[in-house]
């Protein structure tokens, strides 16, 4: 079950949170494990496992995790969180994402059952949107085949074409013209001008609020890197945002700095 398999990872110095962990973003769930690579194979096992089964759980696995998930709403509502809630909902205004944040509902996590859990499972844990990622110092026999080993148990019998991707961009701004759309979907020629970039402005404030900062977002059409050339630019954007975010952190350590902390 899911709680041996978290113990024997934790057996093998695989601590939970600093080696393995697990996020949810607006897009996807990430699980991940950070392991020997003499135990490579058995933690690929281990993994599986854990997301093959994490559509088994029962009524008492759901109560509680939520109580776990309520705690970690209320730590967040500090002045920063609402602060980044504010800027994103201003952000993706008129799509799905504004009304969809990844920790959910209040009134879906208190009331989501094992049934609840399971529908959502068997529609998004499918195996044409999944993907196994494995870096490192990886063992002779660490290859596809083991992981299609691995998995196959889980996913064979419910394997389903692959989904097309890039996905189009109305998927999460059904609004043509929303703030965003016009910058993420590619318009058609009679709509140049209506798709020109347009800047919207947003104030927060909180009386908790501790400091003053600025956000700045910037939408652009999203691309897949899909294509070596793709790849090629996604690899130049992260390094650009790396040497940057390492200029503004030096122009923050001067005697005087412009700004307390800065980044890209």
Known sequence: GRWSALRELEAHGVQFGSHQNAYTSFEETVYWLHVPADFFSRAVELLAALVGEAGA??????????????????QGKDWGQRATEHHWRHAFSSSRLAERLPIGTLDVVRTATAETIKGFYDRSYAPGALAVVAVGALPEEGGVALLD???????????????AWP??????????QAFGATMVCRPAPSDEAAAAPRVRVSVFEDAEATCAYAAVSCARRYEAATTIGGFEKWLLADVYAAVLNRRLAKLAMRPEPPFHSASA
């Open 149 to 163: 080993k691995a998995f196959a148990p889980f996913f064979a019998s419910r394997k389903t074409p692959a989904p």
């Open 167 to 176: 996905r189009h961009a109305d998927r999460f701004f059904p609004d043509s």
């Open 57 to 74: 759980a029962t009524d008492a696995d759901v109560d509680a995790e939520r109580k776990i998930v309520l705690e970690e709403w209320r």
